[in-house]
Each structure stands twice: as structure tokens, then as C-alpha cells.
């Protein structure tokens, strides 16, 4: 166990967990209770029930967002079940309140059925202004996010887009770095959860946003057993989908043989997989994108001796870290403010494009701002609320 662990279990322990309430008006005399409680919370409690739209105005609904897992796909620690999930849900509420000054509360699930899932974020709904979903596994989290989008609020499952926003920006910036086209880009991603899912589907932006994106060349989606191609009999309802924008020479094979025809490696699977003859497959000045964590697909280091032109990972301790703080904060922050009822495409691209522009000139070993960066926020904001 590491000493981040031991110390950290300290500081919970010390605390009693990260997050609390705390009340916005005082309540010391029988006018402040009358007012905050019976008898006149009853004004509120009609003007609502004559106007729904005013619960925007008169609760917390503006400003609060529900922290929704079941802590089936724990970042790092797997299945470890909606009690264990309760730190890590937490730390999100407290990233939240810091960094976009939004409320947020965990609601941790004591199931995996997709339909309890479903119907319980449907049930809490009405509280919150939107649903952050983290850490349900693939391929329920695809079901469970789609179903949700008509609810009214928006439904975002970070785990997802938040990861493919920020590799999207990296993208944008990695050819910025080493002269490359980004519609000339044959990209392999390897790994078909939420994350390559995600990546592979916000590349193919031009479909829905051609003012905004260029499309890339050619995508390649590979599973634990090889390329994603219509000659497999073995693929989910989900990857089946996938075909229809990937693979658009229907190769088959194995990773290596897909590296061959490529210029962009995203890795969202599991460490060590890559090598340095794989690197050297590619096309050259290859971009490595390595954001399996805590280990890489490959480390920087064997990337860059292979030839990498670009790497990126998902761990602090390197340059152009892949960080999620980058998105969420701030796209939920737009959405909130415009009531919107859906994070969509125009709106995650919109919030890729922005995060690319923090960096003025991209370099090899900047091509992502840092997760800490000032103003990120709020430009993410602003870009965000000017497409919706």
C-alpha cells in the first residue's frame, strides 16, 4: 500500500468522509423558521406546483447535480461495489463545488440491473438538474446513459465522453505539433468499453457537426481478441454499431496488424500491451495516446525510443495527462445554466475544441493544458453555452 493510500485513509477517517451540507440563510428566530418552513415554504411548494419551471428559480435544482454509480468499473479498482464506491463519488462532489461551484451529491446504488438503474435515476430526478453516471461497466452503461436522455435534464456519463472530449483536444493539438492533417489520420483505438466507444464515435464528428470538425481518414476499433470487423461473429450489439463508421476497408487481424495503417495509437485497455516494434509499425511520427492507469499500454519513455513524435497517458507524474477534471466541470456548468435537457455532440465537440485552444503552441510535451490551469472552466463554459 502506498503512502498516498495510507495517508489518505487518515484524512477520511479524520474527516468522516469529504463532503457535508451547510445552510444558505440563517434560522434563529420563529420569523426565520416560518419562512424557511411551514407555514411559508408553502408559497414556494404552490408557485412550483402551478409552474414547474420555478423550481430552477426557488430550490437547489439550478446548481445540483447527482453523482450516479453502482461502483461496477471503479477506475483502477474494478468491481468494488456501491459502499467502497462512496470515496471516490466524493471526491467527484468535492471537484464539483471547487472547480465549477456546482453542488453535488453520490448516489451510490446498491444494484447492477439496468432497469432498478434506469428507473431509480428517473425516480431522484426531479431534485437534481442533471446526472453525472460514473463507474457503471460496459456494455450496461451504454443502455443505461441512452435510455436517459429524455428525461428531461442532461445525462452524462463521464466515464465516456469526458475521456474522449479531452483525447479529442489532445488529437487536435498532437497535429498541430507534428504537421499532420487531422482528416488524414488512420487512428487505432484499442480497448471497446465506454471510452473507446466514446472516442471512436465523437471522431467521426463531422457527421453531426461539419462546421465545427473535420473527420478523420479512418478509424480501427479492437477488442481483447483483434480488430472490430464484420468478419467476427462474436461482437455485442454495441460493437456491431461501431462498423457502421469504422474499419472502412473491413480488415481484420490482430492490433499489430492494425497498427500497420496507422498514424494515431488511443489506448483504453489495459498496461503493457504495446511495444516498441509496435510503435515501429506505425506510420511516422506516430501520436501515442497510452491512458490505461495505473500502467500504460507503453511508457513514454519506450514510446518516445521507439519513435512516438507524441505521447499521452493518464497519470500526473507525465506530461499531457488525459484528465476528466478538464470537461465535466465545466460542460455541466453550461448546461446547467441554459436548463438544457441533453449533453450533445455539438456541445461535447464544442467543449474539445475549447480545451485544444488553452494551448497556444502545441509542443511534444504540451499538448493537453493541465487539469489545474486557470480559466479553464470557464472558457470550457462559454464555448459550451454559445452551441446549445
Known amino acids: 500500500m502506498s503512502d498516498y493510500f495510507i495517508e489518505s485513509i487518515k484524512l477520511h477517517q479524520n474527516l468522516k468522509g469529504k463532503i457535508g451540507t451547510y445552510n444558505k440563510t440563517k434560522v434563529e428566530t420563529m420569523e426565520d423558521l416560518s419562512l424557511v418552513y411551514s407555514p411559508g415554504v408553502a408559497g414556494p411548494c404552490l408557485e412550483i406546483k402551478q409552474k414547474p419551471e420555478r423550481a430552477y428559480d426557488l430550490t437547489m435544482k439550478a446548481n445540483t447535480v447527482a453523482i450516479v454509480s453502482d461502483g461496477s468499473a471503479v477506475l483502477g479498482l474494478g468491481n468494488i461495489g456501491p459502499l467502497a464506491a462512496i470515496p471516490v463519488m466524493e471526491g467527484k462532489a468535492m ?22 438503474i434506469i428507473q431509480t435515476v428517473k425516480n431522484i430526478a426531479p431534485v437534481f438538474g442533471g446526472i453525472n453516471l460514473e463507474d457503471i461497466s460496459a456494455p450496461r452503461c451504454f443502455e443505461i446513459e441512452d435510455r436517459l436522455q429524455q428525461i428531461g435534464i442532461p445525462v452524462f456519463h463521464d466515464d465516456q465522453h469526458g475521456t474522449a472530449i479531452v483525447t479529442l483536444a489532445g488529437i487536435i493539438n498532437s497535429c498541430k505539433a507534428v504537421n499532420k492533417e487531422l482528416s488524414e489520420l488512420n487512428i487505432v483505438i484499442n480497448g471497446a468499453g465506454a471510452a473507446g466507444m466514446a472516442i471512436a464515435k465523437i471522431m467521426r464528428c463531422v457527421n453531426q457537426n461539419p462546421d465545427m470538425c473535420t473527420p478523420v481518414k479512418n478509424i480501427i476499433v479492437c477488442d481483447s481478441k483483434g480488430i472490430i470487423s464484420s468478419e467476427r461473429n462474436d461482437l455485442t450489439p454495441a460493437k456491431k454499431e461501431l462498423l457502421g463508421f469504422t474499419n472502412s476497408d473491413n480488415v481484420s487481424g490482430s492490433l499489430q496488424e492494425a497498427l500497420k495503417f496507422s498514424d494515431v495509437f488511443v489506448g483504453v485497455s489495459k498496461g503493457n500491451i504495446l511495444t516498441e516494434d509496435d510503435i515501429k509499425r506505425m506510420h511516422k511520427n ?39 477534471l478538464l470537461v465535466f466541470p465545466g460542460i455541466f456548468k453550461a448546461a446547467l445554466a441554459k436548463r438544457a435537457t441533453q449533453i450533445t455532440s455539438k456541445m461535447k465537440i464544442a467543449a474539445a475544441i475549447a480545451i485544444a485552444s488553452m494551448v497556444e503552441n502545441p509542443s511534444q510535451n504540451k499538448i493537453i493544458p493541465h487539469s489545474l490551469d486557470e480559466g479553464i472552466v470557464d472558457i470550457v463554459n462559454r464555448a459550451v453555452q454559445q452551441v446549445i
Open 286 to 324: 506516430p501520436i501515442i495516446f497510452a491512458l490505461a492507469n495505473p500502467i500504460p499500454e507503453i511508457s513514454p519513455e519506450l514510446a518516445l525510443k521507439a519513435g512516438a513524435a507524441i505521447v499521452a497517458t493518464g497519470r500526473s507524474d507525465y506530461p499531457n495527462q488525459v484528465n476528466n
Open 95 to 116: 471537484l464539483f463545488k471547487k472547480f465549477a461551484d456546482i453542488n453535488a451529491f453520490p448516489i451510490c446504488l446498491n444494484t447492477e440491473d439496468v432497469e432498478e
